[in-house]
């Protein structure tokens, strides 16, 4: 178990130290259309790995989370078009509201479980879609809100490009996010979700809270998520009710299932392929959702635990192969020591 735990650690520091190193130096060596791609993987590895917290650790498969999404970039497009908020204190209210929309509608959806919690969320999601869409003075309706100004590095103004700068801005807040995070999923809170996905009866008759603790999870989901969405709405420069579609929710779960739900790197993985599949495959041809599907078919049926278990689905088959190549080689006597007796012998013993 100790060697196990070890060897995790060192995976994570060869792959996350050379990682950082390649995404502080991408605006260096990319143009401007993969570095703007970049940052939308950024943003959305904040948003799947936030559902993750739902859907990987918890077991609450959501299909509203796009509410808190769209209510962080419809909290800046507010702030920052309208009142000239700064974007640290804009992105802050975000996730205060986002928080805020947790605490108010988790003690109605975490009454239910499974399919229901899965049906109420995305009533959620509809009842603030049609608020958005019907509220056209405020929130501009189904034409949404243009024109949010974009934040950039004080710092970085007139050393590298606008492009660069937001890719930097996003950089730093998803790092800091994602730290957070890791944190939180590694703690024992976040042990104490993993034992409410595995067998909540059994948690809450050792004690444990398990409502509180989803309550708990689905606040702080709720939070990122909205972080995620303001961070859009700057990075696009607009926000629309396309933006709390139960669509983009659907898309994430995609994302974290793809990638591995359940585990830290796993959204993240997800996240690159889908936004790569949309942009680099839609180059070539319009079919580029069937496409992702057949490679979300191909995943389940092959990596049921997501792309981020390659590894160790491909050590597993090694050993698989090193076991019965021993057995392959024996010659069949060897294999097989205990003949039936012959005819004669049978008679022999009779």
């Not at 498969?61 to 908020?85: E, N, Q, R």
């Not at 229901?116 to 999601?125: A, D, G, P, R, V």
Request: net charge positive; no cysteine; glycine share 12%.
């Amino acid at each position: 178990m100790m060697a196990t735990a070890r060897l995790a650690r060192n995976w994570r520091r060869a792959i996350g130290v050379p990682l950082a190193v390649l995404l502080l130096a991408a605006p260096a060596f990319l143009p401007t259309y993969p570095l703007s791609v970049l940052t939308e993987i950024l943003i959305f590895s904040l948003f799947a790995m936030s559902l993750n917290l739902l859907l990987g650790y918890a077991g609450l498969p959501s299909l509203g989370h796009s509410a808190f999404f769209g209510t962080g970039g419809y909290a800046v497009g507010l702030l920052a078009k309208y009142l000239g908020i700064p974007a640290p204190v804009a992105l802050l209210i975000a996730v205060v509201a986002g928080v805020a929309l947790a605490l108010v509608t988790g003690p109605f959806v975490l009454r239910t479980h499974g399919a229901y919690f899965l049906i109420l969320t995305l009533s959620l999601t509809q009842v603030l879609f049609g608020i958005v869409w019907l509220w056209r003075r405020v929130t501009g309706g189904d034409d949404g809100l243009p024109g949010i100004p974009t934040p950039k590095l004080p710092f970085l103004v007139g050393r590298v490009s606008d492009t660069a700068n937001f890719y930097y801005l996003a950089l730093v807040v998803v790092g800091i996010a994602l730290l957070t995070m890791a944190w939180i999923v590694r703690s024992p809170f976040g042990l104490a979700l993993i034992g409410i996905r595995e067998n909540e009866r059994y948690l809450a008759g050792l004690g444990y809270p398990t409502w509180t603790l989803k309550y708990a999870a689905y606040t702080i989901a709720g939070g990122y998520g909205a972080l995620a969405g303001g961070l859009f709405a700057y990075f696009k420069g607009f926000v629309g009710p396309g933006q709390i579609s139960w669509l983009l929710a659907g898309e994430g779960m995609v994302m974290v299932i793809l990638g591995g739900a359940g585990t830290f790197w796993g959204p993240i993985i997800g996240a690159a392929l889908v936004l790569l599949l949309r942009y680099e495959v839609s180059a070539f041809t319009q079919r580029w959702v069937m496409i992702l599907g057949i490679v979300f078919i191909l995943t389940v049926l092959l990596l049921p635990q997501g792309i981020v278990r390659l590894p160790d689905r491909i050590r597993q088959l090694r050993a698989q192969l090193r076991r019965e190549a021993p057995l392959a080689r024996r010659p069949a006597s060897a294999v097989s020591p205990h003949r039936e007796p012959s005819v004669e012998q049978v008679i022999e013993r009779s």
